[in-house]
């Protein structure tokens, strides 16, 4: 099980905090930005950038992306969710603490923002969805977000759980997200995994709405803690699974005796990023 109190924060994110005096008491916080530092700095945004950022959630990209775009840049994050979603922090108080800070002129937060509903007469430089793609229930709606995004920025930078798990500590967290994607297929609700989308169905999408891929990568994140927590949630709705349809029952049995089996010793999966124009 990851320590926390033990990780190391590296000279980029050490700076970050000295910078911004943002998340200087929370030292999760503090894990989870310095990999949307790897992520952004992976992107390749340049400052003076303008980002619009979809599915910005609490904000743990958004301000690693205010950073690249600099003082000159700016970030429209948007979000489907109402302010008052989320937890520990609800989406309105984690960017409240955000808005006060530094980074606050350089980023527009809009929440219960449709994107199907959003509009720009000026151009962005670059369009990003980092984490949020297995929010969308089908791989049409996530080929119409690409498909409205092909018009409103000359670049889009993705970025997601890679379900190529490379080592044996890292498949608790690919069992748990197995499972809570079939959950979603039987029982509707609001959980952070609507549906699982495989790197190659990414590109294959992102083809379909006429962009050319340029760039794609790894970034590691087994340091992070969403491996533990999606393992953690998934055990908490196992007897719900009683009422799946019995065809399923040995797969998803399957898959809680194999994501148990890490007893404590777990790793998250990495990030991918595919970067295209």
Not at 29 to 45: C, D, I, K, S
């Amino acid at each position: 099980m990851i320590n926390v109190k033990s990780f190391q924060l590296n000279e980029k994110t050490m700076s970050f905090l000295s910078k911004y005096q943002l998340f200087e008491d929370d030292l999760i916080q503090q894990v989870q930005l310095q990999h949307r530092l790897e992520l952004v700095r992976a992107f390749g945004v340049q400052k003076g950038m303008r980002v619009l950022e979809i599915g910005c959630g609490q904000g743990d990209t958004t301000v690693a992306l205010a950073d690249a775009a600099g003082e000159n840049g700016c970030v429209v994050a948007i979000d489907i969710a109402s302010p008052d979603y989320g937890a520990p922090l609800t989406l309105g108080q984690a960017t409240e603490r955000i808005k006060k800070s530094p980074l606050g002129e350089r980023i527009d937060f809009h929440f219960e923002m449709d994107f199907d509903f959003f509009e720009s007469t000026i151009p962005f430089d670059v369009a990003v969805l980092s984490h949020c793609s297995w929010y969308f229930k089908q791989p049409e709606d996530l080929l119409n977000y690409f498909k409205k995004i092909r018009g409103l920025a000359k670049h889009i930078c993705f970025a997601e759980w890679d379900l190529d798990f490379t080592c044996m500590t890292q498949r608790s967290h690919f069992c748990a997200v197995s499972i809570l994607a079939l959950y979603s297929n039987f029982v509707k609700n609001e959980g952070n995994i609507q549906n699982l989308f495989h790197k190659t169905q990414i590109h294959q999408l992102l083809q379909q709405a006429n962009f050319e891929v340029v760039k794609q990568c790894t970034v590691d994140a087994t340091s992070l803690q969403d491996g533990q927590w999606e393992k953690s949630y998934a055990n908490s709705i196992r007897a719900e699974f009683i009422k799946a349809p019995p065809m399923m029952q040995p797969l998803i049995t399957s898959y809680y005796e194999l994501m148990n089996t890490s007893n404590g010793n777990e790793h998250s999966l990495n990030s991918f990023i595919v970067c295209a124009k």
